[in-house]
C-alpha cells in the first residue's frame, strides 16, 4: 500500500516559532525524504467550529497556505489543498459520526478546554470537531499522521472508528494511521514563561515569534525574553531545572540543527546577555527568507490560488473514489 501522510493547520491566526519548529518543518523534512505520498491541507472546516469571521475566512487560508510554501511545502511534491474545496471531507465525516460514541467524544479533552465551562453552549460542530478529523485523514486512506502531544487523542479516535467500521462492513477498508514521531527538542515554550507552551492564543505577543515578525521584531522579543542571571552551563541536561533557559537553548539547537551538549560547549560560561544576541541573529537569519517568501506568495494571489486550485483537484481524484467505495460498501442505492 501506497504510505501516504496527511497533516493540517487551521486558519485562526498567524503560524509561530513553534508551528514551525514542531510540525511545519517536520512536514517538509517528510516530504524530501520522499518515502510517502503527502498531504498537507488548511483545515477551514476546522476552523468554523469557534466564532470566527468570514470576511476574513478566505484570506486566512491563504495565509497558512503561504506560510506552508514559504517552509517549504512543495505544491507540486506535495498536494497543498483547503479542506473545504474536497467535499468528501464532509461527507465521508457524517458517515464515520454513525459508527463513533458519544461516551468517547465525552473524554475528549480539547473539547473540554475550548468549550469551557459552558460545555451546554458549544455546538456539535466542535464536539464533533474529532470525526471531521478522522474523516480527513481515512478520506485518502492516510497511513501515517505527523501530529503533536495535543492530537494523539484525536489520532487515536481516528483508529478506533477503523476498528468499527472494519468490522461492520467486513473488510480490511481504512489502514489505521499511525502517528509520525516528530523530532525531539521540537515542543516550543513561551518566551514570557517556560512552563508554558508558545501559542497562538497567548493574550501578549511577546510570548511568541511569528513567522511574519521583522528583525528588529524578532531581536526585540529575543532580548526581552524572560531568563535568569546564571551562566550557561555545559552539559543541556543541566538546564531541566531552568525552564527559560532550556527553551532558548532548545530553539537555538533546533535552528541550527544542533544538539543541546554542541550549544553548551560553544556557549558554556557565558550569560544570557551574551547569548540573546547570538540567538536573535539565528533566528533572524533562518526566518528572514520565510516571512519574505510569505509576503511575496501574498501578493500574487492569483499564483497562490493556482496552487490552491491544483492541490484540490489532486486531492479531489483521490478522494471521490473513496468515498464512493464506502457508500458502495455501507450499502447505499446508487444509479
Ligand atoms: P495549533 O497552533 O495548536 O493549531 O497547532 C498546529 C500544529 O503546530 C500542531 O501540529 C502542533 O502540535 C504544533 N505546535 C503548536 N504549538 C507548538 C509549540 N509551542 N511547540 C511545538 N509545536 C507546536
Ligand atoms: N486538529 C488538528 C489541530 O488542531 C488539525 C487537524 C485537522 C489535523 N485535521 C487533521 C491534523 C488531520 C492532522 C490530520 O492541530
Not at 503527502?38 to 497558512?64: G, M, N, W
Not at 489505521?176 to 527538542?185: A, I, N
Request: with cysteine; glycine share 6%; proline share 4%.
Amino acid at each position: 500500500m501506497t504510505k501516504r501522510i496527511l497533516s493540517g493547520m487551521q486558519p485562526t491566526n498567524q503560524l509561530h516559532l513553534g508551528n514551525y519548529l514542531g510540525a511545519l518543518r517536520n512536514w517538509v523534512k517528510l516530504q524530501d525524504a520522499g518515502d510517502y505520498e503527502t498531504l498537507f491541507c488548511v483545515v477551514d472546516l476546522h476552523a468554523i467550529t469557534v466564532p470566527y469571521d468570514a470576511a476574513k475566512l478566505a484570506q486566512s487560508t491563504r495565509e497558512i497556505a503561504a506560510a506552508y510554501i514559504a517552509a517549504g511545502v512543495d505544491p507540486h511534491k506535495s498536494i497543498l489543498f483547503a479542506q473545504s474545496a474536497v467535499p468528501a471531507h464532509s461527507q465521508l465525516m457524517w458517515l464515520l459520526a454513525t459508527m463513533t460514541q458519544i461516551g468517547k467524544l465525552n473524554r475528549m479533552t480539547q473539547f473540554k478546554d475550548k468549550a469551557g465551562k459552558n460545555s451546554e453552549k458549544a455546538g456539535l460542530g466542535l464536539y464533533s470537531y474529532p470525526v471531521l478529523m478522522a474523516a480527513d485523514i481515512l478520506i485518502y486512506k492516510a497511513t501515517h499522521v505527523p501530529v503533536g502531544d495535543d492530537q494523539r487523542q484525536h489520532l487515536e479516535l481516528a483508529r478506533e472508528i477503523v476498528g468499527t467500521f472494519n468490522h461492520r462492513y467486513g473488510q480490511d477498508y481504512f489502514p489505521e494511521p499511525e502517528s509520525v514521531v516528530l523530532e525531539e527538542g521540537a515542543r516550543i515554550m513561551s518566551l514570557r514563561d517556560g512552563t508554558q507552551k508558545m501559542s497562538k492564543s497567548a493574550e501578549s505577543d511577546m510570548t511568541r515569534i511569528n513567522l511574519t515578525d521583522d528583525a528588529d521584531t524578532i531581536a526585540k522579543k529575543v532580548r526581552k525574553a524572560k531568563t535568569d542571571p546564571e551562566p550557561l552551563p555545559e552539559i543541556f541536561a543541566d538546564l531541566d531545572a531552568r525552564p527559560e533557559a532550556k527553551n532558548l537553548v532548545t530553539i537555538y539547537a533546533t535552528l541550527t540543527d544542533k544538539t543541546g551538549d554542541e550549544v553548551m560547549a560553544e556557549f558554556a560560561g557565558k550569560t544570557f546577555s551574551e547569548f540573546k544576541p547570538a540567538l536573535a541573529d539565528v533566528a533572524v537569519n533562518h526566518l528572514a527568507p520565510i516571512s519574505a517568501r510569505m509576503n511575496e506568495l501574498l501578493d500574487d494571489t492569483a499564483q497562490l490560488d493556482a496552487y490552491l486550485k491544483l492541490g484540490a483537484e489532486r486531492a479531489n481524484a483521490i478522494a471521490e473514489p473513496h468515498i464512493k467505495e464506502v457508500m458502495d460498501l455501507m450499502g447505499f442505492w446508487k444509479a
